[in-house]
């Protein structure tokens, strides 16, 4: 680290343990400098935050810390390790303070390398202008979420959303150091189903009413199709705002991005439930009638009986207790592709 002024000049190259050189990236104002090479100088000007990612030059892994802390002989400092993920925020050190040498006497020699310097790079002394309007504020913090997005990488727990109705994959929150205890965003797997059953059966049912009352034949009240039609379009609407918009995403996603959508598939599936009965009053045959609401019940009955089962088998991914052992996660793992994580 050389200061010059009020400037500080960081090699490319730096040297950490043992000799083990690694290139030095920065994330400072000037973005144009970030992936300078070996031997080059990279500026920062006081007041500014600084922030430093170590990539080892050979293996492109970075420096950073894993969360956990060292022993006793450790002073119970963090642990530090390299990481492939270079673009994870555990790999980005913070500069609080650094404290500059001495100035010496000849400070006319410190500006002229100082501009020297500069120039060779092309840099000039960013005069920062603090004050924002609101607006202004807004879009660019909407533009640094876009962009800080769009660089996002692929992922093991990764999941496209097609696969999310599903279940098609599955995500590890946590694991459990001793055993197989974890918190693992599963869900109630039948309910999931069920739910993305009525995403089909209500435009399939809503088709064939409308094809009907075209030809001028009521199979309900107008009152009862309305109630259908103003809630299954309200909440198959809400559904598909909450979902459609990934699909236009580039980066890796997870199936936690779902859940904003996933009250309205359940809440569809009560709609598409509670008009099958009223859809059997409709019916004259009193006979018939009465074989519609048993079977009704009965369906109903079965559908609630069965996710109620799938919810006591998949609490402990849920709430992380009891352990579950190896047998008894592989039992419950219903697709190949669900990531259910076993220690021991």
Not at 47 to 63: R, V, Y
């Amino acid at each position: 680290l050389t200061f010059i002024g009020d400037w500080y000049a960081l090699n490319g190259v730096c040297c950490a343990l043992n000799g083990v050189h690694f290139l030095l990236c920065m994330h400072p104002a000037l973005q144009d400098v970030a992936s300078s090479g070996p031997g080059d100088l990279i500026f920062w000007s006081p007041g500014q935050p600084l922030k430093l990612k170590l990539i080892h030059e050979q293996s492109k892994q970075a420096l950073g810390s894993t969360g956990k802390r060292l022993p006793e002989w450790g002073a119970q400092q963090y642990e530090v390790a390299t990481d492939r993920a270079v673009e994870g925020g555990h790999t980005t050190w913070h500069v609080d303070t650094i404290t500059p040498p001495a100035l010496s006497a000849n400070s006319t020699e410190e500006e002229e390398l100082k501009k020297a310097l500069m120039e060779k790079y092309s840099l000039e002394e960013e005069k920062v202008d603090t004050e924002m309007l609101f607006w202004e504020k807004l879009i660019e913090l909407q533009y640094h979420m876009v962009t800080a997005h769009g660089n996002l990488g692929s992922h093991q727990f990764g999941a496209v959303p097609q696969s999310w109705p599903l279940i098609g994959k599955t995500l590890p929150y946590w694991l459990d150091e001793k055993n197989n205890a974890q918190v693992t965003l599963i869900g109630n797997p039948l309910l999931w189903w069920f739910g993305s059953a009525s995403l089909g059966v209500f435009p399939a049912v809503s088709a064939f009413y409308l094809l009907r009352r075209k030809r001028m034949v009521f199979d309900i009240p107008q009152a009862d199709f309305m109630l259908w039609w103003t809630g299954g379009v309200l909440l198959g609407v809400g559904w598909l705002l909450h979902y459609a918009p990934y699909f236009l995403l580039s980066r890796v996603l997870f199936l936690h991005h779902y859940l904003p959508a996933l009250p309205f598939k359940f809440m569809l599936m009560a709609v598409v439930m509670e008009h099958l009965l009223t859809w059997s009053r409709q019916v004259l045959n009193r006979r018939f009638a009465l074989l519609l609401w048993y079977s009704y019940y009965v369906v109903t009955s079965f559908i609630t009986l069965c996710c109620v089962i799938s919810f006591i088998v998949f609490f402990p991914f849920t709430y992380g207790y009891p352990a579950l052992t190896r047998d008894q996660i592989l039992a419950r793992q219903w697709k190949s592709t669900w990531d259910l994580l076993i220690r021991v």
